[in-house]
């Protein structure tokens, strides 16, 4: 088995993690996205979410998902090999891929401690978060590294 392939599981396994680092006082804490092309911004993000917390979970975009929301090109990487650079970072605890738009369902059924998403963000605007506040939790915004993304990088790529 690849060492990589034990951070990555289903939603029910990954919620049973999750459960079991609450339950030994550890704070979880949740961001998603696409992460097609890993780049320093997603790093630096990943890092900062994980500093938050004890435990850092990814819901990662199917790569259908990721059509629906970035085009038909997209993604560049599928979700096997986006799932695996992912679990690659000695930081991530987590990742299970969800196939819906958002992943509202996703949050509701971990329930982790914080919920993460960029300061491109408002919190109001957080899917997700009403459920984490009214299970006690927090939900924070995060400052994103100014000149890095994906549809930058492959735009620069068409150059």
């Not at 917390?53 to 990487?77: E, F, M, T």
Request: one cysteine or more; glycine letters at 8%.
């Amino acid at each position: 088995m690849k060492p990589t392939a034990n951070k990555i599981a289903s939603q029910e396994k990954l919620k049973a993690s999750v459960i079991s680092w609450q339950s030994a006082g550890e704070k979880v804490v949740f961001t998603n996205g696409c992460f097609d092309i890993l780049h320093l911004g997603h790093i630096d993000y990943l890092e900062k979410a994980k500093s938050l917390g004890d435990r850092l979970v990814i819901g990662l975009n199917s790569d259908d998902s990721v059509r629906i929301l970035k085009g038909i090109d997209r993604p560049v990487n599928n979700a096997e090999a986006r799932s695996r650079l992912l679990a690659a970072l000695a930081f991530v605890d987590g990742v299970t891929i969800f196939k819906e738009d958002t992943p509202e369902k996703l949050i509701n059924f971990l329930l982790p401690d914080i919920l993460v998403k960029g300061k491109d963000y408002s919190v109001e605007n957080i899917v997700g978060a009403k459920a984490v506040i009214e299970n006690g939790g927090a939900v924070k915004t995060i400052d994103l590294v100014d000149g890095y993304s994906t549809t930058g990088i492959i735009e620069r790529l068409k150059k």
